[in-house]
Each structure stands twice: as structure tokens, then as C-alpha cells.
């Protein structure tokens, strides 16, 4: 065998490696692409008031939605849920991601959230013990009353991360959407 030949055939071969190589690099991306749009869809959830949605650490269920005309607020009435097994101080999560109200594509303010019965601003959920909220936001003075959007996030939970190799609270996706027009009241 000459020089000449066996350069020819470690040509080949290094060619026929780099190809396969490739061919397999590009079945795994495509297939790790499609792993990855079944794990986060892009439609959002439409959801209406009564329904129940899983914030990761807690489950909120809307119940109306209204409009306060004499303090110029929206307030969502709601009843939240802390669905781990410990008191949660970050009811949506930490770093806290509350609903997002979003007026005419703008999101606002984060609400300040009350509990209902005694008016005092929610601090800590202790497990399954439901309470009923109020999400109250500010609206801007020259707002007319239309529909508005709420968006909730749920924070994502897993049993082994990567970084540490225990269970933790990982970042957020896109929980569900809710479209409403608030009632209007005196």
C-alpha cells in the first residue's frame, strides 16, 4: 500500500464520520425541538371566571371581577389555595410574579393582595387551608371601562434540578389567560 492510498481511505473514512456526525446531530436537534414545544405550548389557556388555575405552588380559582368607581380600582375577588405540603410565604412564587393585569396590551402594576375577611395584605398560605383574596389594582384615571386581561404564571417545580440534584422552584411559564369585563360598581 502507498502513501497515497491510505490517505485516500483515512479521507474517506474522516468524510463517511464527519457526515454520519452530522446526520445524527441534526435527528436530535429536531427531535429535542419537537420535545420542547410539547413541554411549552404556545397557546396560552383561555380560562373564565370560576375555573381553577395551577400556580405551581398554589391553585386560584377567580370568582368576579369588579370595578370600584369611588377608588378608581379593579378588583378581583378569588379564592387561593396552597397546594404544598409547607407554609408558602411566596403564595406566586419567588421571586413573587402575581397576576398580571394587562389594559390595552400594557401590563400595569402588580396588585396589592388582601385577604378578604379581615382586610389585611396576604403575607403566608398555610397548606390546604383556602382563603379567599382580593387582587386590587390601581387604574390609571383616563381608563373607561372595557374588557380587560389577567394573566397568570405558574411556577415551574422539579423534583431533581440539574444545578444541585434536589427538588426545587424553578422559573415561570404562562398559566392561563382570563378575558372579563368588570362589573361596575357605585
Partial sequence: MTAGRKTTIFRRLWVRLLATAGLAAAILLSWWWRIDEARSPDQVPVVALGDRIDLGRSVITPLSLRLSDQDGQLILDAMIENVTGRTQGAVF?????????VLDGTPIDPAEVVLTRDGE?????????????????????????????????????????N????????????AARLAALPEVQP
Fill in 163 to 174: 444545578l444541585y440534584g434536589q427538588s426545587n422552584w424553578l422559573g415561570f411559564e404562562p
Fill in 121 to 161: 395584605t396576604l403575607r403566608q398560605l398555610h397548606p390546604r387551608m383556602p382563603e379567599r383574596i382580593a387582587l386590587l389594582w390601581t387604574l390609571p384615571p383616563e381608563w373607561q371601562p372595557a374588557e380587560v386581561r389577567v394573566d397568570f404564571a405558574k411556577q415551574i417545580f422539579k423534583l431533581r434540578d
Fill in 93 to 101: 412564587g419567588m421571586p413573587e410574579h402575581p397576576p398580571q393585569l
